[in-house]
């Protein structure tokens, strides 16, 4: 999400990875969007990994430079495929915050990043993710590349078979991409 509503075609392919004591758990991502027609775009979002993929489509709508809104369909590989995802981008100055929400058959999901851009080079923030936990996030950008780091605790909750119930417990993560910004 960037924000930009006057962009013709943009986007990212990331190879994004969660290392944790279990070992690394890679996925490959990919957003894409552009302009229909003044305020309003489009975009579309990819998500695979060995245990799990998504894919959706939708709209954007940015009326005004500092904020962007995002409303999505598309499908994932759980028994109920359906899936949607809302987002909202704001920004100003060199703050940012982007705001997204998925939810459908495998269960609900979020991510907030707010980040402060420190030279054109370098952003700083805190990102809180569902099932990962919230920790310091620093990005560093070498030409089309980006590489990022968030270092938290994962918090993973766990359904006991034939119970309502949910235990969770907390364990030290790093998550990093490598992102070559291809668009």
């Not at 305020?39 to 990994?49: D, I, K, M, R």
């Not at 904020?67 to 359906?82: N, Q, T």
């Not at 620093?138 to 590489?147: H, Q, S, Y």
């Amino acid at each position: 999400m960037t924000g930009k509503a006057n962009a013709q075609t943009a986007g990212f392919v990331e190879s994004y990875n969660t290392v944790a004591d279990g070992g690394n758990t890679p996925q490959v991502n990919m957003y894409v969007y552009g302009t229909i027609r003044d305020q309003l775009g489009w975009s579309a979002w990819t998500l695979t990994s060995e245990t799990y993929s998504e894919a959706y489509a939708g709209f954007t709508y940015a009326p005004a430079k500092w904020i962007e809104v995002s409303a999505s369909l598309g499908l994932e590989s759980a028994e109920k495929s359906f899936r949607q995802g809302a987002s909202v981008w704001l920004g100003k100055g060199r703050w940012s915050l982007l705001s997204i929400h998925e939810d459908g058959g495998s269960g609900y999901w979020y991510r907030y990043l707010g980040t402060y851009q420190v030279s054109k080079t370098l952003a700083v923030g805190v990102n809180s993710t569902r099932f990962l936990g919230t920790g310091p996030y620093a990005e560093k950008k070498f030409g089309k590349v980006a590489p990022f780091g968030e270092l938290m605790p994962s918090v993973r909750a766990e359904a006991s078979r034939g119970s309502d119930s949910i235990s969770e417990s907390i364990d030290p993560a790093f998550k990093g991409r490598l992102a070559p910004l291809l668009f």
